[in-house]
């Protein structure tokens, strides 16, 4: 029989030491995928409540008022008129807007 010299065991240490390492890395290999699964659930879940607001023009009334909206740039000319009323004079201000390409649907 053979007596287990200094070089064996060492190199059965080693050996312990690289298993050891393995199963920690196993262990994080898993718990990553696991965080990446909760991840991918959760982005998931967002787009899918994003995805119920598809048609503004249905759907603007289920936002609350603090909710602040995004408007696409338009470009406003302003101007100041008098209109004779039944024989009255009233100032009224007329506003035209022109929107931006972006949102003109054809």
């Known amino acids: ?31 990553g995928s696991a965080a990446y699964d909760d991840a991918l659930k959760h982005e998931w879940a967002m787009l899918n409540k994003f995805l119920q607001f598809t048609n503004p023009v249905e759907n603007i ?12 740039p338009l470009r406003l000319e302003t101007r100041f008129k ?15 807007v022109f929107p931006d390409d972006i949102a003109i649907t054809v």
Request: aromatic residues 4%; contains cysteine; negative net charge.
């Open 61 to 72: 009334g289920s936002l609350e008022d603090n909710c602040p909206i995004l408007l696409f």
């Open 1 to 31: 029989m053979r007596e287990i010299g200094t070089e064996d065991r060492d190199s059965n240490e080693q050996l312990a030491e690289i298993d050891d390492n393995q199963l920690k890395i196993a262990e994080a290999v898993k718990a």
């Open 82 to 96: 008098k209109i004779d009323r039944d024989g009255e004079t009233i100032d009224q201000l007329w506003v035209r």
